[in-house]
Structure formats: C-alpha cells, structure tokens
C-alpha cells in the first residue's frame, strides 16, 4: 500500500538527504541549541535574584498535582490567569507591551505571518530566513520579495519601490541568523523601515536569550522596540524550555488572538509547559550574566584556535555561539560530520538544500558548558581532517 513512499525515499537517499532519527547519543555537545546550558540547569532555592523585579511570584506548586493537558484551545478551555500573568512578564521583560505564547517557534512564525499577510500587502524578507518563516509566507497571501542576505542597500531600493497603495509594507529578518550564525543590522533595518513607512517584523530564535541585559534580546538592547513591529523569541534554544513568544502591541496580540488560525485551532500550551517557560525567565534572569561571560571565552578559543591552524578562511565570521565551517558537497560534509562523532564530538552538517549547492557546511555550536579541552579537541580533530589529502580536507574529495 505503501509501496509509492519506498521510491520517493530512495530518490532522497540518491540525493544525500536522508534523514535517521538518532535516538540517543553520546558525546560532547557541540550541536544543541542549550547555549547557556540552562536546559541541564536545576532551578534550586539560590535563584529568586533581587534583580529579577519582574518575575510574578508563582505560588509553590502552582502547576504540580494538577491536570496534565490543556484540555481546548486557548480560546476555549485552556487559558488561565496564571497564563496572562506569565504573558505579562514576558512583555516585561523585553520592554513590549504585549506578548502572546505560542506552542513552538515554528507554530509562531507560521501563525504570526499567515495571519498578518494579506493579498494586497508585500513582505520583504532576507534570503536566509528559517523555514517557519518560509511555510509562514506561503501560508500568507502577500507578494514576497526575497533580497539578498543583510543587504542594506538592496532593501532600501526594494523599500522606495513600495508596497501597493492599498496594502501594508513588511519586512522580515532574523537578530542572529540560524544558519550563519550572523547578526541582521537591526538598527539600520529599523531606520530604513520607519523611513519608508514598512512594518519590521525580528525572529530572535538565536538572538533571545544571548544578546542584551538578561538576555532579552538583539531589539532590546538597542532598544528598537517601538520601531519593530512584531519580535518572535523562542523557548527552545538559549532558554533551555520550549515554546515561544510574538512581542508587540496589545493591538498586534489581539489581533493574533482573533485571527491567527495555528493559535485558535490547536489546544493551548500544557500547564508544565507553561511552567517552564515561566523557570525559563527566572534561571534567564539570575544565569544569564555568569553564563554569557563562560559562552563568550569559548568563542573567542575557538575562533583564536581555528585562526592558529589556518582554517579562518573556511569559518563564517560570526562572533556568535553559532560557528559555520565551509565544506561544499553534501558527501564531503556528512563524512566530517562522520569523523567528528567517531572522536565523541557532536557536530552538525548541513546539507542542500537546507542550505544552497555548494554553500554545505558543517554547524558548531558553542556552549558556556563546554570544556576548554573540548574546544582543543575539536580544533584539533578539523585542523587533521583539513590538511589530510583522502578525506574530507581541503584536499579531500568534494561533490
Ligand atoms: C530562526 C529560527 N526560527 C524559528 C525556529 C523554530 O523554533 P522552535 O524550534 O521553537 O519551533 C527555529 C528552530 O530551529 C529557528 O532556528
């Protein structure tokens, strides 16, 4: 019956895009997106810091012996005030009015842009956008202008060019670029967008967390709130929970709630999730300081190794926990990926066309947690496999 799905999965493998789930595995975690390593971190008595004013004291247990599900939607059965407070503190927290909380970034994204888009506006958005955020223009109803990627100069042309008259003018990017590890000039977008009456709309899955005080994100430290229209930030990475928020004005959230359909027709975060997004803010709060100071020393090991062995060229520069190495060809990449894991290092390589032909590329990702002999160990391991003339070096074989 099934007999079709046997060949489209083969012209997946002869494509070297097969995908296995991995269960479990061990090694050394160059690979997660736990930056800060708050996903390991057990909340104990020591975190109720003095400088986290904002956080609504939950009463102890609010959430334990209690049901498990949502059991509706949030516009049926499954809201709280608990919830709201929750939301409240959110917005708070990155200096927004509003905030809305959505069961996944990708869910965000997808219902943020669907919902906002319609068949007379025109979004701009930058090349190397996540695929929530594709699925989220297609859903949409806009004409979508893709430009080239942090191309300040292309967007300004597109920008003059306009929208149409009797539609909205959009623009979307990311604050760190998942797959570069590179951050958007926000400031400079949000000046182009003002000046051209656009709405800018920032996904900080991979700038929440890391960049500005406490964490809160690439738009509040350079406090671009009231210029961008819409911030997505998500749970799942430095926040070490799971969910995600769309920050802006209550008139954005309330619009979400009575027209974004990936919001209304779905049951409602559980309570447990909730209640780790609510820890996530408290740990944010009280780690975020120590913990950013132990990321960035890793960076700078890296980055300072890879220069000694002579691999900058091939390394994206990005100064961020996301460290991109060069190493076109599908083959070439999983077999360094390969490589990597034999020696107990995790790492991830990305293949077209998650990223375009000849752009494949191995993904590293730094943690506050991770040891300086692992960093020494990683460095060492790509500085042999570059310079070994039969595998996947420079002098290796490519596709
Ligand atoms: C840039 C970006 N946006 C959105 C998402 C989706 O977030 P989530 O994993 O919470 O669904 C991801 C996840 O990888 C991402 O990298």
């Given at each position: ?6 060949n489209?999965?083969?012209r ?10 991995a269960?479990?595995?061990d ?9 800060l390593g708050l ?11 003095q ?5 609504p ?18 516009s ?6 608990q919830?709201?407070?929750i939301?409240?503190?959110i917005?708070?927290y ?13 869910t965000a ?18 090349e ?11 859903l949409g109803m806009?004409?979508?202008i893709?430009?080239?990627h942090?191309d ?7 920008l003059?060019?306009?929208g ?6 959009f ?11 590179d ?7 949000a ?25 809160a ?11 961008v ?6 749970y799942?990475?430095?926040?070490g929970?799971?969910?995600?928020a769309?920050?802006?004005s ?11 359909r ?24 009280a780690?975020?300081?120590?913990r950013?100071?132990?990321?960035r ?12 062995a002579?691999?900058?060229?091939a ?9 991109i ?14 490589a990597?894991r ?6 991830k ?6 990223v ?7 993904r590293?990702c ?7 002999e ?10 042999a ?15």
């Amino acid at each position: 019956m099934d007999g079709f799905l046997d060949n489209r999965l083969d012209r997946i493998r002869a494509a070297g895009n097969y995908r296995e789930l991995a269960g479990s595995v061990d090694g050394v975690d160059f690979l997660s997106n736990d930056y800060l390593g708050l996903a390991r971190t057990q909340v104990q008595g020591k975190l109720s810091s003095q400088s986290f004013v904002t956080q609504p004291r939950l009463p102890a247990g609010a959430f334990n012996g209690r049901i498990t599900g949502a059991t509706g939607s949030r516009s049926i059965s499954g809201d709280t005030d608990q919830y709201h407070a929750i939301e409240q503190m959110i917005a708070r927290y990155h200096g927004n009015p509003a905030a809305l909380v959505f069961n996944s970034g990708y869910t965000a994204n997808l219902g943020l842009l669907s919902a906002l888009l319609k068949r007379t506006d025109t979004i701009l958005y930058d090349e190397l956008i996540h695929a929530s955020c594709r699925d989220g223009l297609r859903l949409g109803m806009a004409k979508a202008i893709r430009f080239p990627h942090n191309d300040l100069e292309a967007l300004s042309e597109l920008l003059a060019n306009g929208g149409r008259p009797d539609g909205q003018l959009f623009v979307l990017t990311e604050g760190r670029f998942s797959m570069d590890g590179d951050l958007a000039p926000l400031a400079e977008m949000a000046a182009l967008c003002q000046q051209h009456s656009a709405h800018l709309i920032v996904d900080e899955a991979h700038s929440g967390g890391i960049e500005g005080e406490g964490g809160a994100g690439l738009v509040a430290e350079l406090g671009l709130q009231e210029q961008v229209f819409a911030t997505v930030i998500t749970y799942g990475k430095a926040f070490g929970a799971h969910g995600a928020a769309v920050l802006g004005s209550a008139a954005l959230r309330e619009y979400l709630v009575n027209t974004c359909r990936p919001f209304i027709y779905t049951t409602g975060p559980a309570p447990a999730q909730w209640e780790g997004i609510a820890l996530a803010y408290e740990r944010m709060a009280a780690l975020h300081g120590e913990r950013i100071v132990l990321l960035r020393q890793r960076i700078q090991q890296f980055r300072e190794g890879m220069a000694a062995a002579g691999l900058s060229a091939a390394l994206m520069n990005a100064e961020g926990p996301i460290q991109i190495l060069h190493l076109p060809g599908n083959d070439r990449v999983m077999a360094a990926e390969a490589a990597c894991r034999e020696a107990g290092l995790l790492v991830k390589g990305i293949r077209s066309p998650t990223v375009a032909v000849g752009e494949e590329r191995l993904r590293i990702c730094l943690h506050g947690f991770n040891a300086k002999e692992e960093v020494e160990a990683l460095v060492g391991l790509l500085r042999a496999g570059f310079s070994s003339s039969g595998g996947w070096g420079l002098g290796g074989r490519s596709k």
